[in-house]
């Protein structure tokens, strides 16, 4: 049975940061991605990494949050990694996995998580 919890969501000022942490059991995958949805707006795809290192962001993210995972080949724990969080960034965030491709695109992935809240406060 596949499992995805995330933790480590909160409520910081902007500028600050935070290490979001997602734990996996029962898949092996070649993607896995973090999303974040804000409250009437669509899911988004924030950095997807595969199971050999390569990753790719979304461009409002780039050079302040990084994904990353524990160990080689198949992922235990998936992190993301943000700095110099802005308000723009309040949003729940979700980790993903199962997907066939290297994808920033939520119906590329059948298997998710219950999300965490972040808040940023200007």
């Known amino acids: 049975q596949v499992q995805l919890v995330e933790s480590g969501g909160g409520s910081v000022q902007a500028g600050g940061s935070l290490r979001l942490s997602c734990a996996a059991s029962?898949?092996?995958?070649?993607?896995m991605a973090w999303f974040r949805q804000a409250p009437g707006k669509e899911r988004e795809g924030v950095a997807v990494?595969?199971?050999?290192?390569?990753?790719?962001?979304t461009d409002s993210v780039k050079g302040r949050f990084t994904i990353s995972k524990d160990g080689d080949g198949v992922v235990n724990t998936l992190y993301l990694q943000m700095n110099s969080l802005e308000p723009e960034d309040t949003a729940k965030y979700y980790c993903a996995a199962d997907s066939r491709w290297f994808s920033l695109r939520a119906y590329e992935y059948k298997s998710w998580g219950q999300g965490t809240q972040v808040t940023v406060s200007p």
């Open positions: 029962g898949i092996s995958t070649l993607y």
């Open positions: 990494l595969s199971r050999y290192g390569s990753t790719k962001y």
